[in-house]
């Protein structure tokens, strides 16, 4: 027992120096003007009166809303207009318990918060399958509900009478002391939940959990095609989104001792959203500004600074009029995903170890009768097609001859009407693309695909990312020291794949079009598939780049990958290709030997013979 | 991201010169009253009670203030609007103890939940609109006073006047704060008397048609309406009442008198003819004028409060100040404590408040004792009925029909 605690003081150390080694590194001056105002934000109630305590520590529950919500907007690109519920269930559930249970303030706080971790939940699940605009919508809806559900059950809301709260106290047990928060001791609480917001989201944005996210949201069909759906980790930043609201609704009423729904109606949540849309979405501190904005001009719920009548009445239409200039300016998403620096820690990137390691699921890729229907269209009909890792694999045929098609239904993306697709034996017809991407099947798409604000280097930690798992939101924003290691691991072995390729460090939009091609087949080939899909990947490449790219695919093949490769340059395809399948309207009309196959009467006739025909 | 750090500076440094300025209040000679009203909402009560206070204060200071042991006072005043608002409200009463006030005139909205926070200061709170039952609690409440007429004391009138008279009546309270504290009173007295009740139900606060619920409640065989609710409430319910063609008895609270009510009808001014609302007496035993006296001053200080509507023969039609007295017995009331204290004290001030009384605006003593912090009695709620814009205290209720008729045009 003495041995493994002696053996657990040491790395405990050695973790502790780690992490304060990181954050010196890690750190920016931003943060030290940050942890300034935090200072100061504590510090305040020494200088203030209780008055303004309470309004300031009502104007930072604000911001705490507001960086929650941009979480969901910034990072998840879910556009709630309805965030103003969360905070409104947060107060009313704590309300509710203060009053009827007579729990303690602290606990009503947790059960609060989760009250809206779960309604957020339950929306963002709703919301996932929408597009911005229907979850702005649906929001907003949703916000109308809560506001209506208060006003229909004054029961729970108080009606226009309100809930007073019975006084908080803190009971410290043992201890034998009882405390009562005071509005400066509010106003303390509200400070340090704001940081712990700005951390949560600066966490959950620096790390694979927001690498993940931030390819989602720049481009969801490349993200798809590498497993990076983000439908799991969306709902997990909704979901925080709502219980930072949550937390912001439960304080501010424990504040205010009274719940009062006026308080928390509609108007709260266009007031989040302005702020967020204000001090410019996903970064870190542009809520904040966007609060602090409004709070001096608006009415949108709790105020910092009360204002006269004649002033207030126009509240609304300012909040409307800077709602319009907002949206008018339409200032970009920042993407403030950081470039890590090159070599951190000084050190060279340690160069591309000898020798590829060999494909995960080794083993043949079988589709059996597939049929694909679209309407009375057979779009694949009864195709048979059987690849072996190690080769590459060619798909020819004329436009609209099935082979994109072909590529979705091996990929996942699409799933049989008849027929199933079988790797190394084992039936993969009913898996989506991310358990294929997991079982070593990976497709590139027709079109150019890169996430244009991620570096080559994130974009191939996302690749990463999505063939085997992030740590997960939790361990991810704790940076738990598993969750360093995997993100370490995934970093290091993502700079080797960057080096190997040759990609600078420039953002993916700034590439060139074949250079963006190769990035797409890297990030492809990052998680060593067994079977790598490439559709037209020579696309727009000059005949310099289709030698590189020749030779990278025989090289992946020389490695183990079955490469299967829709392509219209013949050329190329007779120079790589070892196996080859004709389509034409949906069947395999010859396979075999390229140069076999390319000569068949019946393919030059369907295939050739057609690239020269009028029209 | 440089310019949000710059801005974000700003402001920080902009709180902190509002809190350096917020902060260092000193003491003074003069006693803040802060009065914590509706002013946005409800321009009519928040005014009144705001012009109740100040006139009260202008006769206290021009008087030579308040002696004490410590000095003589005077009161300034200062108004916060609560705009309905409970949350509003009780971040007014914590900013008016910030600002160092020695009493809250309050409206009455959110003092369920700021009382605590004025009695931690030792602030007194004196309720001077709302009549809710349990907004006033001497054991645990013991900082909040009123005076203006009890719900409970409005709703055991009318259940004494109207269940004589044999009628089947109809209670609509509205879902506001005020017609949720209506029904709670009226549900009292007359669930002593079912059989007088034809229906209860609620209906929404100042909706533009209620139609339906006449119809329900003509259907229920209700041969009068008892209407609880906020004025345009009321306004719009006599409207479609009488839209409707039905000559159904009406009846309200104190609201049936806001000016509202009379101008939302003034384009069909009959149909509020016969309408009748319960409030406090203006007029005392001791007759008219010490009302009068102070209409009059009321008058000189702020011109006369027009209704907005005038008299079928063309005369405009003047309110009474008549909710306005209650702030102003409350100032005068506190000033009586303060001197009998000997101190501006919060717990001194508290403590006399219970021992002193004055002669109010009407010529009625208003007080409060150790048992009892209302200053308007049960027993001093008449009813009164329009007629032609202008209101009379009806004949048929004994108290009433002792009451002068207060000149309105």
Redesign the interface.
């Given at each position: 027992m003495s041995s493994v605690a002696h053996e657990a003081r040491p790395r405990v150390g050695s973790a502790l120096r780690t992490a304060v080694t990181d954050l010196s590194r890690a750190w920016r001056p931003?943060w030290t003007?940050a942890t300034a105002?935090w200072l100061?934000g504590v510090a305040?109630p020494l200088?203030?009166?209780?008055?303004?305590e309470?309004?300031?520590a009502t104007l930072v529950l604000m911001g705490v809303a507001a960086v929650g919500l941009n979480l969901a907007i910034g990072l998840a690109a879910m556009p709630s207009i309805g965030h103003g519920a969360f905070v409104a269930i947060g107060a009313v559930v704590a309300a509710a318990l203060a009053v009827h249970t007579g729990l303690p303030g602290p606990v009503a706080v947790v059960l609060a918060i989760v009250a809206a971790a779960l309604a957020g939940a339950a929306v963002g699940a709703g919301a996932l399958r929408l597009q911005p605009t229907f979850v702005a919508i649906a929001s907003w809806v949703g916000a109308w509900l809560v506001a209506g559900l208060l006003d229909a059950v004054?029961s729970l809301s108080?009606?226009?009478?309100?809930v007073?709260?019975p006084?908080v106290e803190v009971r410290t047990g043992p201890l034998g002391i009882d405390l009562a928060p005071t509005?400066g001791a509010y106003q303390v609480i509200a400070v340090c939940l704001l940081a712990l917001a700005l951390l949560a989201f600066v966490s959950a944005r620096s790390g694979p959990f927001g690498l993940g996210l931030a390819a989602a949201r720049q481009n969801a069909d490349a993200a798809r095609s590498l497993g990076l759906a983000g439908g799991r980790r969306r709902l997990q930043a909704f979901v925080l989104s709502a219980a930072f609201a949550g937390a912001a609704g439960a304080v501010a009423v424990e504040l205010?001792?009274?719940?009062?729904a006026?308080?928390y109606g509609p108007l709260l949540s266009i007031t989040l959203f302005v702020a967020v849309l204000l001090?410019?979405r996903g970064?870190t501190?542009?809520p904040?500004?966007g609060v602090?904005v409004l709070s001096v001009v608006s009415l949108g719920g709790?105020t910092a600074f009360?204002l006269s009548?004649s002033v207030?009445?126009f509240g609304q239409l300012i909040v409307g009029a800077i709602l319009l200039g907002a949206v008018a300016v339409r200032r970009g998403h920042p993407d403030e995903i950081e470039t890590p620096p090159r070599g951190a820690d000084g050190t060279p990137i340690p160069s591309w170890p000898s020798g590829d390691p060999a494909p995960r699921a080794p083993g043949v890729l079988r589709a059996e009768s597939v049929v694909i229907r679209y309407g009375g269209v057979r779009a694949l009909d009864e195709v048979h097609v059987e690849l072996d890792t190690g080769r590459i694999h060619a798909l020819v045929g004329p436009n609209g001859s099935g082979k994109t098609t072909l590529l979705r239904v091996l990929s996942g993306d699409l799933e049989p009407h008849e027929g199933r697709v079988l790797l190394g034996g084992r039936d993969v017809t009913e898996l989506d693309i991310a358990a294929r991407v997991a079982s070593g099947i990976v497709r590139t798409n027709q079109r150019t695909t890169v996430f244009d604000s991620l570096t080559p280097l994130q974009h191939i930690e996302a690749a990463l990312l999505g063939a085997r798992g992030g740590p997960g939101l939790v361990r991810d924003l704790l940076k738990t020291p598993s969750a360093r290691a995997a993100a370490d691991g995934l970093r290091q072995e993502a700079r080797q794949i960057v080096e190997r390729y040759g990609f600078g460090q420039r953002p993916a939009g700034e590439l060139s079009g074949a250079e963006q091609r190769f990035l797409m087949i890297a990030m492809a080939t990052a998680s060593r598939p067994s079977f790598l899909l490439l559709d037209e990947p020579s696309a727009g490449m000059a005949t310099g780049d289709k030698e590189r790219l020749r030779a990278m695919l025989q090289e992946l093949a020389a490695h183990g990958t079955g490469v299967v490769v829709v392509e219209h340059d013949l050329r190329l395809l007779r120079s790589i290709a070892d196996t080859a399948t004709v389509l034409d309207a949906g069947r395999v009309i010859a396979s075999g030997a390229p140069d076999v196959v390319l000569r068949d009467p019946h393919v030059v006739e369907a295939y050739v013979g057609r690239l020269r025909g009028p029209g | 991201m440089r310019r949000t750090i710059t801005a974000l500076v700003a402001l920080s440094l902009l709180v902190f010169v509002a809190c350096s300025n917020d902060a260092g209040s000193e003491t003074k000679r003069e006693l803040l009253i802060a009065v914590n009203a509706p002013f946005s909402a409800t321009p009519y009560v928040g005014l009144g009670i705001q012009h109740g206070v100040q006139l009260a204060i202008e006769q206290i200071n021009d008087a030579g203030g308040i002696q004490t042991d410590d000095g003589t006072f005077t009161f300034t005043m200062k108004t916060y609007d609560n705009a309905l608002s409970p949350q509003r409200a009780v971040d007014n009463v914590k900013q008016a103890i910030s600002d160092g006030a020695v009493a809250i005139v309050d409206e009455g909205t959110g003092v369920d939940a700021s009382w605590r926070i004025a009695d931690d200061a030792s602030v007194p709170i004196c309720i001077v609109y709302q009549g809710g039952t349990g907004l006033v609690d001497i054991q645990k409440r013991p900082n909040v006073f009123r005076i203006a007429p009890t719900d409970h004391g409005i709703a055991f009138r009318y259940a004494e006047y109207l269940v004589p008279k044999g009628y089947k009546i109809a209670i609509l309270h509205d879902d506001s704060e005020y017609g949720h504290q209506g029904a709670e009173a009226l549900s009292d007295p007359f669930g002593y008397t079912p059989k007088a009740v034809a229906m209860n139900i609620e209906i929404p606060a100042g909706a533009t048609d209620y139609s339906p619920q006449v119809l329900q409640a003509r259907r229920s065989g209700a041969t009068a309406i008892l209407a609880w609710g906020i004025a345009p409430t009321i306004a719009q319910l006599i409207r479609d009442v009488r839209g409707a063609g039905s000559a159904l008895p009406i009846y309200t609270p104190p609201s049936g008198a806001d000016p509202t009510v009379r101008q939302q009808l003034a384009d069909h001014p009959e149909w509020i003819d016969g309408v009748t609302f319960a409030s406090g007496r203006m007029t005392a035993e001791v007759g008219p004028g010490p009302f009068l006296k102070f209409e009059h001053a009321y008058e000189d200080m702020f011109g006369r409060d027009e209704v907005g509507v005038s008299t079928s023969s063309g005369k405009k039609v003047y309110q009474p100040p008549e909710y306005p007295m209650y702030p102003y017995d409350f100032t005068r009331v506190l000033a009586s404590a303060i001197e009998a204290a000997g101190s501006a004290g919060g717990d001194a001030i508290l403590h006399a408040l219970n021992e002193v009384a004055i002669k109010g605006a009407n010529g009625d003593e208003r007080g409060f004792n150790e048992k009892n912090h209302e200053g308007v009695v049960d027993d001093d709620v008449y009813f009164a009925l329009f007629n032609d814009m202008t209101y009379v205290p009806v004949r048929d209720d004994p108290l009433s029909a002792t009451l002068d008729v207060i000149p309105q045009t």
């Open positions: 931003r003007l105002l100061v305040l200088v203030t009166s209780t008055a303004l309470s309004r300031i004054p108080g009606g226009s009478r309100g007073a709260l006084p509005p205010a001792g009274v719940f009062d006026t308080s001090g410019r970064t501190f542009g904040l500004l602090a709790p009360t009548p207030a009445r | -």
